[in-house]
């Protein structure tokens, strides 16, 4: 085994796990593979809103990388440096110890993290939206909230319990907040010192229509179930400073909360830009073939890497699942290529669609262009989910089939604010 080349991949997201899954097959018996990450799964975010709301349990939308990655050494920690001269990585694992590992080649697929605007009071007040305790943390929130304002003698103070503000009306926001508004209603309705207080989201974008990214009639889609729902949407417009019982909107309006979701978006990991290569908007600058040009040892996918889009010259791929996923078969490929097994290839990938889910029967989808909405959306919409775990699925396909039938079971589970639930400023 020493004799053998190694592959280090620095983070299992979708773009690295699906690499080493890759690897794996491709380079059995011909090459080390190892495996970086600070968890020990893979966490499948697109269905975070759906444990946010108790649709599904959070194991269902954690593969562990140990059952998954099965003949891949896993190592559980976060990567402090990468030397790409001396082709070493060094980690810290949680409990403070240090190690390192040589590499032959390497697969930089960290991902991205929180993008956090310079807003006075987000940091401090808001709820990130990015990881399984963030997700867990805000499901007992917005219990809690409705359970306090039961309770409230101040008509005021319940009024403000009962308002939720998300900002960011991208995938993450849009879905939170379509399948949120029904969860918290549904939990105040249960309570009657809440009949004459309604439940009110607020969802704001600076752009001007929901989904800015997708097709307009998909985009009229969810601004049309959202507005079903109740939720108020707000376009033009965003937080300009956050407050422990309110938010100041950027129309000077003042709305009191004690609920802020922070889902403006994501950037590049800090790690990409500490490793000391070339880099464009904090994505490092490869080739098509996924390639470092000063270091061809160094290969990079998914939100990490600035992936030329020969489908649109001059501009690089999205920071999407789909555009990591099939850059991480990629990597691999080409990385099994440079160890004399296989031939080579360039990313050239058009989009194939996109899909919203809005909870219940509800969700938009254009599905190789064809736009879709209602029930035939969520169908194709689950499905694609289904397909695109690389495990759970009877699991994440049971839960779903519980909750058409039976009751939420609604109730808090002690999780308190900590290291990872917090939106902070990275340190790096």
Known sequence: MTELPRVVVVGAGFAGHTAARRLLRTLRGKARITVIDQL?????????????????????????????????EIVLGEVQTVDVEARTVTWRDPDGGTGSVPYDRLVLAVGSVNKLLPVPGVAEYAHGFRGLPEALYLRDHLIRQIELAAT????????????????????????LAAQAATFTADIAARYPALRDTPTR???????????PELDPRLSRTADRVLRERGVEVRTGQSVQEARAR???????????????????????????????????????????????AAHPEVFACGDAAAVPDV???????????????????????????????GTPGTYRHHDLGFVVELGGTDAAANPLGIPLSGFPAAVVTRGYHLLSMPGNRVRVAAD?????????????????????VPLEHDPR
């Open 152 to 175: 409230a003698a101040d008509p005021a103070e319940r009024a403000a319990r009962c308002t939720f503000v998300t900002v960011g009306a991208g995938y993450t926001g849009t879905e």
């Open 201 to 211: 989201w607020l969802l704001l974008d600076l752009a001007d229509r929901v989904l």
């Open 246 to 292: 309110e938010v100041l909107l950027t129309t000077g309006e003042t709305v009191p909360t004690h609920t802020l979701a922070w889902c403006v978006g994501v950037r590049p990991d800090p790690l990409v830009e500490a490793v000391g290569l070339a880099t464009d908007r904090g994505r490092l600058v490869v080739r098509t073939d996924l390639r470092v």
């Open 400 to 420: 779903w089939l519980l909750d058409a039938l039976l009751p939420r079971q609604e109730v808090q589970l002690g999780v308190v604010r900590g290291v990872h």
């Open 311 to 341: 489908t649109r010259p001059g501009s690089v791929t999205a920071m999407t699942a789909q555009h990591a996923t099939r850059q991480g078969t990629l990597a691999a490929r080409n990385v099994a290529a440079s160890l004399g097994v």
């Open 40 to 72: 020990d799964h893979f966490l499948y975010l697109p269905l975070l809103p759906e444990v946010a709301v108790g649709t599904l349990d959070p194991r269902r939308v954690a593969v562990p990388l140990a059952r998954s990655l099965k003949g891949a």
